[in-house]
């Protein structure tokens, strides 16, 4: 069995849990999220535990076991804690600004770059070189990172560019002149 798939995922006091069919849904302090599942996993709500079972030992139920029981964790999780992640600018003059709703980032280019969050996303700016993106589904916290990363990724020889928080980049010896 799937090491992941088999571990009972624990509800926490005030965080409902429906399950009708292959659609699931999870209401917390923090929001709701509902998702629909494989036809060919069944999720099982008791005694306070949700349990993922696959119906065969093929190699597609093996790998939606563990996936289906990560993303109704992570559902758990976000309607209780939420989901941060940090994004760094580095660069001599790079700095990142709120207009309004609108995150606007100036890296160098002739232009800002500006970015309007989606809906169910928090932005707040603790400094203008560090943007905190929270909300309570991981995929979409995640992808907005990701979208903004993706416009100025870090660069191998000098480092300059938008980062992960604690993210390693690998550098690059440049050239030597004689």
């Not at 060919?40 to 139920?61: A, F, M, N, T, Y």
């Not at 999780?77 to 600004?97: I, P």
């Not at 990363?149 to 992960?164: A, D, L, M, Q, S």
Request: positive net charge.
């Amino acid at each position: 069995m799937s090491r992941t798939g088999k571990k009972p995922i624990t509800v926490p006091q005030g965080v409902q849990v429906q399950i009708e069919g292959n659609n699931i849904t999870v209401k917390g302090p923090k929001g709701q999220l509902s998702r629909e599942l494989s036809g060919e996993i069944s999720v099982e709500l008791e005694d306070g535990c949700i349990r993922v079972k696959r119906h065969s030992d093929r190699p597609q139920h093996r790998a939606l076991h563990g996936l289906t029981r990560s993303l109704i964790d992570n559902m758990v999780t976000g309607v209780t804690d939420g989901f941060t992640r940090t994004l760094e600018l580095v660069g001599v003059g790079y700095r990142v600004s709120m207009q309004g709703k609108n995150l606007v980032l100036n890296v160098g280019f002739s232009h800002p770059l500006v970015f309007e969050p989606e809906p169910n996303l928090e932005i707040e700016v603790p400094s203008n070189t560090k943007v905190l993106i929270k909300g309570i589904d991981k995929q979409q916290v995640n992808n907005f990172a990701a979208v903004i990363r993706k416009k100025f990724p870090p660069e191998p020889y000098k480092g300059k560019g938008i980062r992960y928080e604690n993210e390693q980049v690998r550098r690059k010896v440049g050239k030597t002149g004689k």
